[in-house]
């Protein structure tokens, strides 16, 4: 499975920016998708994921309110819409997919997901 992360770029703090996720193969829409991020200095960490039938989604606290994961199962495609963007959410975020997980599955942790896409840079000025 390829993941192909964009819509990263610089952004002043308060603004939008939407991430998206491309993703190959023909499951991909029953699969757990999440997002994770991973600033300089810090380990990788969980931003949002969400179960194949989008009915269940779990995002992190510090992100709660602010971002959204959805998909577009017809074009294979994961998003993470980032509101209120802060200093703080500066970082390289990640999707990945769960393909060996129960498509009803909303993973959190690094070790659960199988594969990853190569990342796309979030810099919020203040």
């Not at 009915?55 to 017809?74: K, M």
């Not at 769960?98 to 594969?115: C, F, H, I, K």
Request: with cysteine; aromatic share 10%.
């Amino acid at each position: 499975v390829q993941l192909q992360a964009s819509g990263g770029g610089l952004v002043q703090a308060g603004g939008s920016l939407r991430l998206s996720c491309a993703g190959s193969g023909r499951v991909f829409s029953i699969w757990p998708m999440g997002w994770f991020r991973q600033a300089p200095g810090k380990e990788r960490e969980f931003v949002a994921a969400d179960n194949w039938k989008g009915g269940t989604t779990s995002y992190a606290e510090s992100v709660l309110g602010r971002f959204t994961i959805s998909r577009d199962g017809a074009r294979n495609t994961v998003h993470l819409q980032m509101n209120s963007l802060k200093p703080e959410d500066t970082a390289v975020y990640y999707c990945a997919a769960g393909r060996n997980l129960s498509p009803s599955a909303v993973p959190t942790m690094t070790y659960e997901y199988d594969d990853w896409g190569q990342g796309t840079l979030v810099t919020v000025s203040s």
